[in-house]
């Protein structure tokens, strides 16, 4: 069983609509969970982050952790054609050396 | 601010060979983690350097090694070339070991022919 699983898409959406991007995970250890947002040949960009569990709101962005489920997600409201692009799910433990990724949603915002 | 920087951008070898891979943190940061990323998957942990030693290694064979220079930044090593060996590398730089806050170069890729 692998550490993180993310359902890898495809995923297409109108302009403007509401995106849930999901990961499980099987380690209760895990207490830092990251959102990475990668475009096509380019090194992933850190979205948002969340510390144990609970929401997180940035702009346009919300990201939920909910740990007695092991389940985690990211929102998107408003969604736009730039967001399309691969969002990966990252966590680690609290030593927080080594995070462990999921495979990656890969998104298009069909304008 | 210059942000993490990697070179070469790609990088085509044949399998045996050996390959070095060089990563230049952001500014600041003491702190440095090699990810591979093969084709359609997601980032996976190769190693973290901090102050100068491996500080916590993923699941690569010795194959893979690597070092951090005085200056933070830090190379990859990979020795006797597979065809699977064949990715995207990525660096990422982080302030402190431990944080959750790293942030990622750009990447090498890798062709193993």
């Known amino acids: 069983q692998k550490e993180v699983e993310q359902d890898p898409g495809p995923l297409s959406v109108p302009e403007g609509a509401i995106v849930s991007l999901n990961c499980t995970y099987s380690?209760?250890?895990?207490?830092?969970f990251m959102w990475y947002r990668q475009y096509s040949r380019k090194g992933p960009e850190l979205l948002m982050y969340?510390?144990?569990?609970g929401n997180k709101e940035d702009g346009r962005f919300t990201a939920q952790v909910d740990k007695s489920s092991k389940y985690i997600s990211l929102f998107i409201r408003d969604s736009q054609p730039s967001d399309s692009a691969t969002y990966l799910c990252?966590?680690?433990?609290?030593?927080?050396?080594?995070?462990?990724f999921g495979t990656g949603t890969s998104l298009t915002v069909i304008p | 601010d210059a942000g993490v920087t990697q070179s070469p951008t790609h990088l085509i070898k044949t399998r045996g060979q050996q390959v070095t891979l060089r990563c230049s943190p952001k500014?600041?940061?003491?702190?440095v983690s090699w990810y591979q990323q093969a084709l359609g998957q997601g980032p996976q942990f190769i190693f973290q350097?901090?102050?100068?030693?491996?500080?916590q290694r993923g699941n690569f064979p010795d194959r893979f090694s690597g070092h951090q220079f005085p200056n933070y930044s830090s190379e990859l090593n990979v020795n006797a070339l597979l065809l699977g060996d064949s990715a995207l590398y990525l660096c990422?730089?982080?302030?402190?070991?431990?944080?959750?806050?790293?942030?990622f170069g750009p990447g090498t890729r890798l062709t193993v022919t």
């Open positions: 969340t510390y144990s569990s």
């Open positions: 990252a966590m680690s433990a609290p030593t927080g050396n080594q995070f462990y």
């Open positions: 990422a730089s982080s302030l402190r070991q431990g944080t959750y806050e790293q942030y």
């Open positions: 500014s600041g940061h003491d702190t």
């Open positions: 350097y901090y102050e100068e030693e491996e500080r």
């Open positions: 380690n209760s250890a895990f207490q830092y």
